[in-house]
């Protein structure tokens, strides 16, 4: 096995000096994700400024059967990121520039380590809009986010990460570089390897460009918040909505969400009644008329009995502090080490499958506080266990383990996904069988081997070959 | 090998009597596309009723090697279902069912040989919208929609097939069944099998029942017919509309196109001036304020003299018939015996793209009468040239076999697709390395092993192994 200095002085060799780091801070700092449970322990961690010297690196890494770990934002929340066992990572901080813009295509070509908020920023300077929008954005890079197939908040009008790439630049694991689709948006000439890379995490190769669609700006986006009596009813009001408006989002939460958010946020609740769970609908109020449907759908929600009371913003700042009680839940909760899963069904059976959830936690472990909230309108629902206060972290995720067995059971006899849009990585491979079948994940290692025959592209990672 | 007899005995040994058809008519019938270039010379025809006899099918043809063609609608422009090889072919025409429908999850799940248009209907019953459209909707079916990732004209509002998958039953060549995806909105687990399918035209298995989205029907679709002086003026009003409004489409045509439609269905030209270029763009008029800016982008245009003239239509009637100005073209000039073909490039690239073709064929064949038309917004040219009256239709192919080389040529330089939405087939597989690399053309190949070892799923299409 080739030691830490070997590495960089080969690699160095072929992308030039000062590029590979060895010290303990980058072997710390690169070698994990926004995951704790794994140690990392990388060999070396490298810093290629160009597709041609990634493509440098994966030719070496197969040469001498390294095992190779991108690394983008480290946001990941399954440890695809990860590496514990002597990988080689190949961090994108660096390559992170626009190649090129077009307004008429209304496309941009950016470097795979460019930050998710400057893309965001790139768009607006343009009079453009790039969509796709999560909590990390300020550190995840666009690489990272292809990779995962990242979704987020606004995925109900949007789509998710994928529905945004027009082309990927990618260092296959024969070291090989694709240009696929190069932006088309017609393009039917076989199999589309870029929705293959697309939520590969890494395994098939390294994406080092991308060119991404941008879009219109949203214009006067406006929230309601609806308090519900339960469950079925949030779904009267998503229907109800969904009939007449185009929405731009539809999240929910229950009641001890809020609850612990305005107290750890010192927040306003919404309005005084308190309903077991909320509904944050976001759509364009582009003219008064449209302003007026969605308050006809608000009156009609009510009389129904769906909606027990609800506010709705009357400004940009006040669509921002709404969008607070929804977006702090995530921080606010870590405080009390929350064991989290992130899971999906299709939308109409979201009810069922929350209650069959909380059925189970109740009887099996009455202690247990359970925390929901999600991005509803897609079927995505966080669920989150808080540690009671009595048990320590160890015994706490001990039994939480337990839970999970169950909930992935729960999940798969819903037909649902044990990971919406986290990602498999390390965390969920063990997983992985509660969505899919064995025979589809023999075809996925079939497909690994043809892009990655000597197995160094982020290894142990998915699946395992 | 086996005889055709043979084959009936056993297959309906497996999947019931009466389900093998042998007889000269249906090899004939189920042995083609719309394409004519291929002599039909199918083996057999069976009759699959479920995803089930699918599989008893391909279970029985992997084990006598037998080559299975599966046909949907038979209206594929690049003979992707044409049968020449003593096949069996699987005909969907009886899996034409709707499986599920779900209101609240806007999604609807009908086996593979359902007409376009009838699920455009049953989505219209349910008070909702299946938007992919295009001239063939009568005939062709969801199976073959899928297997080709079909587009159409409302592309730049709606994209394409692909984009309304939300699951997939496939059998492989393995002759396994996959449940792909179960109409999940978020699913990251692994890599998307579901897009493999989605434009691989049977090569990996056949398609037996989708589950796709459905969504709010458009309001008020209005139409207006522009007249450009040039192209760059064509690309120009498409910015300015792309701008301040959602385009449902925005297609072009050439004036002798217009001109030859006109004359052929005693139509009235849309407006008294004649320009070199007509852009035809649909929009949702929902409210009052979106005419007035219609309006104010169309003075706008014509002030800065991208346009010369035009209409917008006052009801669906007009819109309608604005839209035969663009949808009989196909119609109108197949009797002059084109030669078509199918391109994209990126939008921003179309009118330096046409202005080459155009000076090459010009040039070099210059009886030649080239007819623009296509879905401009998405970068999508179907190019026409008549055949002139002197010359053969032999002659004339022949002739154009040597135009194909050069205008592929020139769609490569540019960054293009050969086919933009017909797909591949039989028809561009020589041409296929126009468009993707090398490289990529090996990977797929290893991509078509791995799901179909015995090479027994539409052998000979997209690419030989």
Known sequence: MMTPEQIKHAVE?????????????????????????????????????????????????????????????????????????????????YMNKVVDFNPVDRSVTVQAGMITEQL??????????????????GSSQIGGNIATNAGGIKVIKYGMTRDWVLGLKVVTGTGEILDLNRGLIKNNTGYDLRHLFIGAEGTLGIITEATLRLTRPPQNLTVMVLGAPSM??????????????????????????????????????????ATPYYALVEFEAMTEEIMEIAMEVFESCMEAGWVEDGVISQSETQAQTLWNLREFISETISHHTPYKNDLSVVVSKVPEFLAQVDGF???????????????????????????????????????????????????????????????????????????????????MKGIKKTFDPDQIMNPGKMLDL
């Open 13 to 93: 060799a072929l992308i030039g000096a000062d590029k590979v780091r060895l010290d303990d801070e980058a072997l710390d700092i690169y070698g994990r994700d926004w995951t704790k449970i794994h140690t990392p322990r990388p060999r070396a961690i490298a810093f290629p400024r160009s597709t041609e010297e990634v493509q440098q690196i994966v030719r070496f890494a197969r040469e001498h059967k390294i095992a190779l770990v991108p690394s983008g934002g480290r946001t990941g929340l399954s440890a695809g990121a990860v590496a514990a066992n002597d990988e080689l990572v190949l961090v994108m901080d």
């Open 120 to 137: 965001q920023h790139f768009a607006e300077q343009q009079g453009l809009y790039y969509p796709v929008d999560f909590a990390s954005a």
């Open 232 to 273: 079925p009813d949030v779904m009267q009001v998503l229907q109800a909505f969904q009939k007449r408006l185009d929405l731009t989002a539809f999240e929910f939460f229950s009641d001890n969400a809020l609850a612990k958010v305005t107290q750890h946020h010192q927040l306003q609740r919404p309005f005084e009644t």
């Open 361 to 443: 936690v109740a009887e099996h472990y009455p202690g247990f506080e359970v925390v929901w909230f999600g991005h509803i309108g897609d079927g995505n629902l966080h669920l989150n266990i808080l540690k009671p206060d009595n048990l320590s972290k160890e015994a706490f995720f001990e039994k939480c383990h337990h839970v999970s067995d169950k909930v992935f059971q729960i999940t798969q006899d819903f037909g649902g996904s044990v990971s919406a849009e986290h990602g498999v990585g390390l965390i969920k491979k063990d997983f992985l069988h509660f969505t899919r079948s064995q025979v589809e994940i023999e075809m």
